[in-house]
């Protein structure tokens, strides 16, 4: 058996429970193939497989917190240090009755490799917990971070640990968790990103998911002799990636046709009314029934459908999972020439696999939705210099590095002669520089 055989067969047996973390480790193993069976006694003996797919450490806690008729609510709040091979361990805290421990582990393994495509030097992490903020008053969201913070805070710091927004976790939470960590601490220091531009924040950090999709869709369309001016473009989701992501793709001369939350859709033949839809999603944090009443020319429909409209590009923008086969199929029936994931992994592998032997342009997730992370640790240099850039500057560094990213990812494919397959090339140009860093510093 190969090497990469035998540790998928062990991570499956030692995961057996958690279909999201076996999903993620079996698109990168298979990738890395071409690399590790090069090189396959030299990466067998080092365990190198066996210690990329084990986190470092799997923190999980009891969250207690008051809710506003007195009752003790209790969640549970995890983060897992998955790998800081080349950096401290950095990436965002999801908010969502959804989480348990195979999703965090899928989310930090998936962002060991990100943020090493990145070139920034930051490590793999995530965190969360199964806490709904739908629904909860400012005071119970305020509760809610302030328990979470009371025991994150033994294991998190500036030069340790990391974490930032995601799912749920917006500015909002950032602020609350930032302030209790700098009760308990008594430090001011730059131990979260997505703060508020008034304590250490960088500007474009919001915006910066959504438009280095964008700049990263436009480079791999540019590298296939294409453009996404005059594109029709379907977005999934209505939340922070989302919403930047469509708000770039007007800037490039595309047309965003639909959104979509957890209970429904809008399909807007017009373009979606951006400032509508950060009205009711940003200011009221509403549903987006609110949208199709408030415009004429939207339809909305209950559940899910944004794949079933006639596309160019597709950018899946809201959750793991959300971009089936048969979503694929609509996809290419319509026509759709590139697919650019900004969610993490919300397309299944057998969907990847028909877009791409269909020839539709595929970018990962790790990929193409990096351009958080990377603001990210542009806000981390920001706050060590005691500094901050102006919009300008941060913009244009997440576009050169949105740009460094498709080349190197597209360089890494042919280099193992697979042009074209950037989900091949993004696994591979993100371990190569773990596990060079890994293999120096010896075996820990
Ligand atoms: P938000 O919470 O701001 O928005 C999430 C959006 O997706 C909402 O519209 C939400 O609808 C919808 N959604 C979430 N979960 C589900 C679900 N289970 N079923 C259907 N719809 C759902 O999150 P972000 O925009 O920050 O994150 C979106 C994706 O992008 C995630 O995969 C995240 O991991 C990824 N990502 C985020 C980055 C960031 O910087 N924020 C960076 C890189 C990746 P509703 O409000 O109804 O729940
Ligand atoms: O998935 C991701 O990359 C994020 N949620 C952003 C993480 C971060 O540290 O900015």
Same mark, same amino acid.
């Given at each position: ?10 991570? &499956? ?19 890395? /193939?071409?690399?590790? +069976? ?6 067998? @003996? ?20 008051? +809710? ?63 806490? +709904? ?38 500015? @909002? ?11 308990? /601490? ?10 508020? %531009? ?32 005059? &594109? ?22 595309? &047309? ?31 549903? %987006? ?71 539709? %342009? ?46 190197? %990812? ?35």
């Amino acid at each position: 058996m190969s090497y990469v055989d035998e540790v998928l067969a062990q991570v &499956k047996e030692k995961n057996a429970s958690e279909p999201e973390f076996l999903q993620a480790v079996e698109e990168v193993l298979n990738s890395l /193939r071409p690399v590790i +069976d090069a090189n396959e006694e030299l990466y067998r @003996r080092e365990a190198v497989l066996e210690r990329i797919t084990e986190p470092d450490r799997m923190i999980m806690f009891r969250v207690p917190w008051v +809710d506003d008729n007195g009752q003790v609510q209790v969640n549970r709040g995890y983060r897992v240090q998955f790998n800081n091979a080349i950096g401290p361990y950095k990436g965002g805290l999801r908010l969502h009755p959804s989480v348990n421990l195979g999703i965090i582990k899928f989310l930090g393994f998936e962002q060991i490799f990100k943020n090493s495509l990145t070139s920034l030097p930051i490590g793999g992490g995530k965190g969360g917990a199964d806490f +709904d903020p739908k629904g909860k008053s400012d005071r119970e969201i305020m509760a809610f971070c302030q328990s979470f913070m009371n025991e994150l805070y033994k294991y998190i710091g500036a030069d340790v640990d990391v974490p930032a927004g995601d799912i749920g976790t917006g500015a @909002r939470e950032i602020g609350y968790m930032f302030g209790q960590y700098k009760k308990i /601490r008594g430090v001011f220091e730059g131990v979260l990103t997505g703060k508020g %531009l008034t304590y250490g924040g960088s500007l474009a950090r919001t915006q910066a998911t959504g438009y280095g999709l964008l700049y990263f869709t436009r480079e791999m369309l540019k590298s296939n002799n294409d453009d996404i001016a005059g &594109k029709t473009v379907a977005v999934s989701g209505a939340g922070n990636v989302a919403i930047y992501a469509i708000e770039k793709a007007y800037q490039m001369g595309a &047309k965003p046709v639909t959104c979509s939350d957890s209970t429904g859709w809008i399909y807007d033949p017009e373009g979606i009314d951006l400032a509508l839809l950060k009205e009711i999603k940003e200011v009221k944090r509403a549903r %987006l029934t609110e949208y199709a009443a408030a415009r004429p020319s939207a339809e909305y429909h209950e559940g899910k459908g944004v794949w079933s409209v006639k596309c160019d590009i597709a950018l899946p923008c809201a959750t793991q999972n959300e971009l089936h086969l048969e979503d694929a199929k609509m996809l290419v029936a319509n026509g759709c020439m590139a697919v650019a994931e900004g969610a993490n992994m919300p397309t299944t592998l057998d969907a990847t696999k028909y877009l791409q032997e269909n020839g539709v %342009l595929f970018a990962p997730g790790k990929a193409a939705n990096a351009g958080g992370v990377a603001t990210s640790a542009l806000e981390m240099s920001q706050n060590s210099e005691r500094l901050s850039w102006s919009f300008e500057e941060v913009d244009s560094k997440l576009e050169s590095i949105m740009i460094n990213i498709f080349h190197n %990812l597209d360089d890494a494919a042919k280099r193992y002669d697979k042009a074209g397959d950037y989900v091949v090339g993004a696994n591979i140009a993100g371990f190569e520089k773990v596990v060079t860093a890994m293999m120096a510093q010896g075996v820990c």
